[in-house]
């Protein structure tokens, strides 16, 4: 039966807390715990039903750390939970993301300029225990980072802090702080460092004009050199143009001179060859007309002194030859090469050698005019 009471008793505190809402936890500025209310288990009460319990609600947002009446601390869960009878101090730490401003922080930099810096700490709480722990955690935090930015500040030249904005340089200066603040036990156990920006930046304002005036230097020099180095690339790619036109020009003139020349080679074979046939058939006509010429005078001289047969036998060779079909050319023009084309520097001798049946012919009617004699 008692295990059954206590079960009801259980069930009891559990149906109070669940009705119960969670308390709604607010934290000021520069402060991540905030005590909430005394739980006491009186032990009466446990004697009588045998439960000794508490229902802890917890915000979505915070943790909950309970100190039992040992001094021992525990970051529980929300829901039921039995301990001994006694007082248990709660308290709640805060889940958020949080920011805080530094103080001006006045320091020399390695190149002798005064500045003056404040800086914006995005920062969380990641282990509520180790939190508590800590007297004042948030303004021992923020005593740390600007000793750091102190350090920072007399460790850099005065260029290097004023970049500051490049994303490179940004994240050089989180990373400054960053391993600083792993260097501190119980601090870097209890807040993590998301990021660091410097939100005031004070200097020399005559230090600052003169940068200022350097940085528009510098500018109008890059662009003079991007527009020189822009008109010298477009000078080359104009005479690169006009070289490869020049090229293409000259070899354009080559090959029509070439063409050129290869016609009027041409024409002149051509002119040779003609010549040479039209003298060719020039001779052949004269050798033609010289041989009927003279067979029309043996057959109306009947006077001849030699003997009529061996004049007929003239006569019919000649005939016979001169019906020959023979190739006009047997031989090629003198002063020409293989291809039929004048030598340079070579007289043009355009009559050909008589043929085997031209100089037949003109042997054999030079025989029957001398028969004729």
Excluded at 4 to 33: M, N, T, Y
Aim: hydrophobic fraction near 35%; include cysteine.
């Amino acid at each position: 039966m008692f295990p059954a009471i206590r079960d009801l008793v259980r069930e009891e505190i559990r149906r109070k807390g669940r009705r119960s809402s969670a308390p709604d936890i607010s934290f000021e500025e520069k402060q991540v715990i905030n005590d909430g209310e005394s739980i006491y288990l009186r032990e009466g009460w446990s004697w009588l039903t045998g439960v000794s319990a508490f229902y802890l609600s917890l915000p979505a947002t915070s943790w909950g750390v309970v100190t039992h009446p040992d001094g021992s601390q525990h970051s529980p869960q929300g829901g039921l939970y039995e301990v001994p009878p006694g007082v248990y101090k709660l308290q709640y730490v805060d889940q958020h993301e949080r920011h805080e401003y530094t103080d001006r922080v006045s320091e020399v930099t390695t190149d002798g300029e005064k500045l003056t810096l404040s800086m914006l700490l995005h920062y969380r709480v990641i282990n509520p225990l180790v939190v508590c722990q800590i007297d004042r955690p948030v303004e021992t935090l923020m005593a740390n980072i600007e000793t750091d930015l102190a350090q920072y500040i007399r460790t850099h030249a005065h260029n290097d802090i004023a970049e500051s904005g490049d994303t490179r340089e940004a994240g050089k200066i989180h990373q400054f702080f960053l391993d600083r603040h792993l260097k501190r036990n119980l601090l870097s156990r209890a807040f993590r460092i998301n990021s660091v920006e410097i939100k005031d930046f004070t200097g020399d304002a005559e230090y600052f004009n003169m940068r200022r005036n350097q940085a528009l230097q510098q500018r109008r020099d890059e662009i003079a050199t991007e527009e020189f180095n822009r008109k010298r690339e477009i000078e080359r790619i104009h005479a690169e143009h006009n070289l490869e036109i020049d090229h293409l020009k000259a070899a354009a003139k080559a090959e029509m001179q070439a063409l050129q020349g290869r016609i009027l080679d041409e024409t002149r074979t051509r002119e040779i060859e003609l010549e040479r046939i039209r003298r060719k058939d020039e001779r052949r006509h004269e050798l033609l007309v010289g041989a009927i010429t003279t067979i029309r005078q043996a057959i109306e001289n009947a006077g001849y002194s030699h003997d009529s047969s061996e004049i007929k036998s003239i006569i019919d060779e000649l005939l016979i030859t001169i019906m020959t079909d023979a190739p006009i050319m047997d031989h090629k023009a003198k002063g020409q090469d293989q291809t039929g084309t004048a030598k340079y520097g070579e007289a043009k001798d355009t009559t050909p050698p008589l043929s085997t049946v031209e100089q037949k012919i003109k042997n054999l009617t030079n025989t029957l005019r001398n028969l004729l004699k």
